[in-house]
């Protein structure tokens, strides 16, 4: 069953304690950024007081005791999207309560080659996120089998990775 709108906003509503991510790709092509991906590649740095709707919903679910996170899978030389995206984003949602963390695999295997990316929440409910190879979404897709394979690749990931703020040295 493929998810947008409504139904995909219900992945996070209903979520009980927790929504995690896994991201395998150097580039998410979003035309809503396009803007801000131009300003950052001119030079422009993310305002320290940047605030959106997603770092207000991180902290109201870190009030209702619900966690999110994610793993951001890497090769350096990063790509100037993941430099954007550390910039724009990962820097100010860690702030905001998201634990992200980063597997950066340019010196080492890729535990987790082939796995596509995915949202899981509570550990039960999988959402696969396909994309085109520019990085464009597809679709998002929620997934009908065990989701035990996933909570392995969740296990490795984390496991295998680092803080973000501990990744970026600050």
């Given at each position: 069953m493929l998810l947008?709108?409504?139904?995909?906003?219900?992945?996070?509503?209903s979520m009980r304690s927790e929504a995690w991510r896994l991201e395998t790709l150097p580039v998410y092509t979003m035309p809503q950024?396009?803007?801000?991906?131009?300003?950052?590649?001119?030079?422009?740095?993310s305002p320290d007081d940047y605030e959106s709707g997603w770092m207000a919903e991180?902290?109201?679910?870190s009030v209702e005791g619900?966690?999110?996170g994610r793993v951001h899978v890497v090769t350096r030389p990063l790509s100037d999207y993941l430099r954007f995206e550390f910039e724009y984003y990962y820097r100010h949602h860690v702030l905001a309560g998201e634990d992200i963390r980063i597997l950066d695999v340019t010196d080492k295997a890729n535990p987790l080659a082939n796995v596509q990316d995915f949202w899981m929440f509570d550990r039960s409910k999988v959402v696969l996120m396909n994309y085109r190879e520019d990085g464009t979404q597809i679709s998002r897709e929620l997934?009908?089998?065990?989701?035990?394979p996933f909570i392995?690749?969740?296990?490795?990931?984390?496991s295998e990775s680092?803080?973000?703020l501990e990744y970026i040295g600050s």
């Open positions: 947008a709108g409504d139904a995909w906003e219900q992945c996070f509503d950024e396009a803007e801000k991906l131009a300003r950052f590649l001119a030079g422009e740095r991180l902290q109201q679910w619900k966690t999110v997934f009908g089998g065990d989701p035990a392995e690749f969740q296990r490795i990931a984390v680092v803080p973000f």
